[in-house]
């Protein structure tokens, strides 16, 4: 699968962003992570290919993820941007094993793209 993010760019806190990844094939599992430098990447959000998603506790109630099954497009929207959600976006996916109701560890994901950029500024 490979994937291509795209929609980051420069926002004032409070403000908000949409991440697009388009995919070229479908996948049991996709989600979004980030990562700035010197942390580890971490998880934002994923989504089952049934629809169910899962999100880390930092984003609740502000991330939403989607994707439209027609176009292999997943969707990241930020609402409510904050000033420590600056970082490098990850789209991601895992073909053949789904995500069961978590956000999956960085290691378990097949393929990735290559980065969309998110800066808040307070």
């Known amino acids: 699968v490979q994937l291509v993010e795209s929609g980051g760019g420069s926002v004032q806190a409070g403000g908000s962003l949409r991440l697009s990844c388009a995919a070229s094939?479908?996948?049991?599992?996709m989600g979004w992570f980030r990562q700035v430098p010197g942390k580890e990447r971490e998880g934002v959000a994923a989504?089952?290919?049934?629809?169910?998603?899962s999100y880390a506790d930092s984003v609740k109630g502000r991330f939403t993820i989607s994707k439209e099954n027609d176009k292999n497009t997943l969707y990241l929207q930020m609402n409510s941007l904050k000033p420590e959600d600056t970082a490098m976006y990850y789209c991601?996916?895992?073909?053949?094993?789904?995500?069961?109701?978590?956000?999956?560890?960085?290691?378990?994901?097949?393929?990735w793209g290559q980065g969309t950029l998110v800066t808040v500024s307070s």
């Open positions: 991601a996916a895992r073909e053949f094993v789904a995500c069961s109701g978590y956000v999956p560890s960085a290691t378990t994901l097949d393929a």
């Open positions: 989504i089952d290919s049934d629809g169910s998603t």
């Open positions: 094939a479908s996948s049991h599992c």
